[in-house]
C-alpha cells in the first residue's frame, strides 16, 4: 500500500507536493524568529493547517513556534481562542477585521511576537457570506499589523488552499525581514 500525504497532480500530470513551494520560505522565516528571538502563534480556517505544517517542518521549530489552531467553525472559534459571538457583533468571517481579530487572539493566547491568522473560502464554491471561492482573508498582529485580501479566482479547493498558506507566509517574511 502506498500513502502520499498531500500531494496532487501537477499540470505535466506528475505528483507535487502540496508543500514544496512554501517550505523554502518557511525556512527562510524559522531563521529570522529564531535569530531575532521571535515567536509566532497561528489561526487558519481555509488552510486545514498548512501555514502551521510549513512551519512545523523546519527542524527546531520549537524555538519559535508557540502554536495554532484551526478555527474553521464557530464551535472550533469558540473552544480554540475563546472569542465569544459578542466580538462578531460587528463583523464577520472571510473579513480583514475578522482575520487581524484571529490574529491579535492568537499572539494574545499564546504570548507570541507574531500572530498569523488566515481566514476565506478555499472551494470549490464559496462561503455562506457570499465569498467566492477563492477569497481569503490575512492578518498579521505584532510589532507591525497588516492585512491583506487576496482573491485568486479560482474553484480549485487544494490550488487555494496552498495559495492561502504561501501568501499568509509571504506576509509573514515580507513583514519580519
Known sequence: MSLHFCRERSRDGGNTDLMDDVLPLAQRIADQLRDRGETI?????????????ALLAVPGASSYFLGGAV???RAARVALLAIPDAAMASMRAATEPYALLLA???????AATWGLAETGAAGPTGNRY???????????????????????????????????AAAALALLADTIT
Open 41 to 53: 502563534a497561528i489561526a487558519e480556517s481555509s488552510t486545514g493547517g498548512l501555514v502551521s505544517a
Open 71 to 73: 478555527v474553521y467553525t
Open 104 to 110: 491579535r487572539t492568537a499572539r494574545e493566547r499564546f
Open 130 to 164: 457570499g465569498d467566492q471561492a477563492g477569497h481569503c482573508c490575512l492578518a498579521l498582529s505584532g510589532p507591525l499589523e497588516r492585512t491583506l485580501t487576496l482573491e485568486t479566482g479560482a474553484t480549485d479547493r487544494l490550488a487555494n488552499m496552498r495559495a492561502f
